[in-house]
């Protein structure tokens, strides 16, 4: 594919570097010249906030790094990170290697075992950092190993604890050495490398330097509305890229990050933090979303109606749009009876929201754009470090249903040798030095001319707003000729508030089908107000009343689909996708191998009965 023949092209956005750092660690040093942060880290101890000062932090870091120069800890050594949720242990461990060219490997605790011990034998990694649960789980993993890495816990009080993180301060002799060694560190020699999946399922390590994630860290700094001092939720894994480089973002920019204390309870840590910014997932927001839906399932018919009305009017919300007076008196009753609530239960203070690792449906963006917040989807993937495009803060630049313009720095280009939809490429300095120790696979991810191949479909609307429809592997042709990319369809079905996801099949087969994800505590209101009797999920999916009504819903989403692309027919899943069972990337992406795998004998049973004339 040399040569730009039958490309599509977006404009390269303006360059804005101006910022005076080339490192990660440099940040640090960075904001305390320009905005010596007293709350730049926050964590929940003993019933409150607890702060660390970015002079503390240095402190801290530096101070780590001395302890591994002094244990012999090198340039190009392995040290894996087991972050479950945000905590400034993390940061300074991160930091502390970078600092000495020691490479981070993060991974996500909810790794199965062989996928664990694959990592930890292919980096030969020397030390493993994790909380204490999740340490003696991994424990086990790595002890048929020939070379095991040291295995500690930053949980103070537990038997293997690493002590160098109490560390306060450094020692004089060992910090001059340390700063002999920082001055040799290249903005051009690996950070990191971060192990990702993605809906394939195969484990690939894609190495990123300081010059990939610190020109994502400067295009941020050029447009995300934030102030030194703001205060910013951080609740996603820092196993995650787009958290991870977030996160560095965040103390560039000068604002106070407060560590979520769960994944589960982050919802009053919103409360308690009231912050005016966070990142999140769509999963997040669709289960806000979910609630909602529930409640339009109450026997309170003026609540009901009221509550339907409100999401029918936040649902038509458009940023980039005057509003007219009609709608306007709508969207203001519509917040002050419904959608402020919303607002408040995250802490009523939060101004914006960025959306990433997966696609957001745009009606659950409009609504939460309509009750204060502003919701801006972007795109990347962990190759680009991880930012490509973004939609933008300011008027008329953020459109729902497109991931927005490029970054500052960051070409993208579509392969449309038909029409206008292709695979995005993307060229720029935030693209991946390669894969770990996969040469092929590395030459395999550019074209002859230099442009990585993202494997997702595209196009641009409006010339420069670009636009995901389906990852190029999943897009499939059914036995009859006809071509099915899944994602719309399966958005689609995600318009039913009984739909919590699905999975669209028919790859050589004569229709299309659907693995159904039922939202469970929407059905089990549904069943109650029928009076039918609920007993267990695995029992409920074969109820013919339950069935039925996934029919009555299916029918009406099929209605005015093109005939090749209706949904025939469908399976209903007995229990939630996992990532522990393979089912779902640690983004929470599903995996199609896994599910059609997982639920084979369902697939068939439903085909060959469809089948019958």
């Known amino acids: ?71 012999g800890y090198k340039k190009g050594d392995k040290v894996v990170l087991v972050p479950h949720i945000g905590r400034p242990e993390w940061a300074i461990a991160d930091f502390a290697c970078q600092q000495l060219g020691v490479v981070v490997v993060p991974i996500h605790p909810g790794l199965r075992e062989e996928e664990a011990r694959s990592i ?23 002890h048929p190993l020939k070379t095991q890495p040291a295995m500690c816990s930053i949980d103070q009080g537990t038997p293997s604890y690493f002590f160098p993180l109490s560390n306060a301060v450094g020692n004089p002799t060992s910090l001059e050495k340390l700063n002999a060694i920082k001055a040799t560190i290249g903005e051009g020699d690996m950070a990191t490398i971060m192990y990702t999946s993605g809906s394939s399922g195969e484990q690939k390590g894609v190495m990123l330097s300081h010059r990939n994630l610190v020109s994502n860290i400067k295009a941020a700094l050029a447009f995300f509305p934030l102030q030194p001092g703001d205060r910013v939720l951080s609740f996603l894994p820092f196993s995650h890229i787009f958290e991870r480089n977030t996160h560095y973002g965040y103390i560039a920019f000068g604002a106070s990050v407060y560590y979520s204390q769960s994944r589960e309870g982050f919802s009053e840590d919103f409360r308690s933090v009231k912050p005016v910014f966070c990142t999140a997932v769509p999963r997040v927001l669709e289960k806000m979303h979910g609630y909602l839906q529930q409640q339009l399932l109450a026997k309170n018919y003026v609540k009901r109606k009221a509550l339907q009305w409100a999401m029918n009017v936040g649902k038509r919300y458009k940023e980039r749009e005057r509003v007219g007076f009609v709608y306007g008196v709508q969207l203001f009753m519509a917040r002050v009876l419904v959608l402020y609530r919303w607002r408040r239960r995250l802490g009523g203070k939060l101004r914006h929201l960025v959306v990433g690792a997966a ?48 970054i500052p720095g960051v070409e993208v280009k579509i392969d449309a040798k038909e029409g206008d939809e292709g695979e995005i490429l993307v060229k720029g300095p935030n693209v991946m030095m390669g894969y770990f120790q996969r040469p092929e696979d590395t030459k395999v991810a550019f074209t002859a001319d230099g442009w990585f191949k993202t494997g997702d479909i595209g196009r641009m609307t409006d010339k420069r707003f670009l636009q995901i429809t389906d990852r190029k592997k999943d897009i499939f042709k059914t036995s009859t000729g006809k071509y099915i990319a899944p994602r719309p369809l399966q958005n689609h079905l995600a318009q039913s508030p009984f739909i919590q996801r699905s999975l669209i099949l028919g790859f050589q087969r004569p229709f299309v089908v659907a693995l159904i994800l039922p939202h469970f505590e929407i059905l089990k209101t549904w069943c109650k107000n029928e009076g039918i009797h609920w007993t267990s ?56 191998t896994a599910l059609e795998k997982n639920y084979k004998d369902e697939i068939d049973k439903l085909y060959a009965r469809l089948s019958i004339p």
């Open 537 to 592: 999920p695995a029992f409920m999916v074969h109820n013919i009343k339950v069935v039925g009504k996934y029919q009555s819903e299916l029918d009406k989403l099929n209605d005015g689909l093109p005939p090749f692309s209706k949904v025939r027919g469908f399976v209903l899943c007995p229990q939630e996708w996992s990532v522990g069972n393979g089912e779902l990337t640690h983004t929470l992406k599903p995996i199609r």
């Open 120 to 142: 930890f034998i292919e980096t030969g990694a020397k030390l493993c950092l994790a909380t204490a649960p999740d340490l003696e789980r991994f424990t086990g993993f790595i």
């Open 1 to 71: 594919m040399a040569g730009t023949k039958g490309m599509r092209h977006m404009d390269k956005a303006p360059k804005k570097e101006f910022i005076d750092f080339t490192r990660l660690f440099d940040i640090i040093p960075y904001q305390q010249k320009k905005y010596p942060n007293p709350k730049a880290l926050n964590f929940f101890h003993n019933d409150k906030w607890n702060p660390i000062s970015i002079e503390a932090l240095q402190d801290r870091v530096n101070a780590l790094s001395c302890w591994f120069l002094e244990n």
């Open 359 to 406: 696609a957001l449906r745009p009606e659950i963006g409009r609504l939460l754009s309509a009750s204060g917040i502003q919701v801006v989807e972007g795109y990347g993937l962990t190759e680009t470090s991880p930012m490509v495009s973004i939609n933008r803060f300011e008027p008329g630049l953020n459109r729902f249903g497109t991931v927005g313009l490029a």
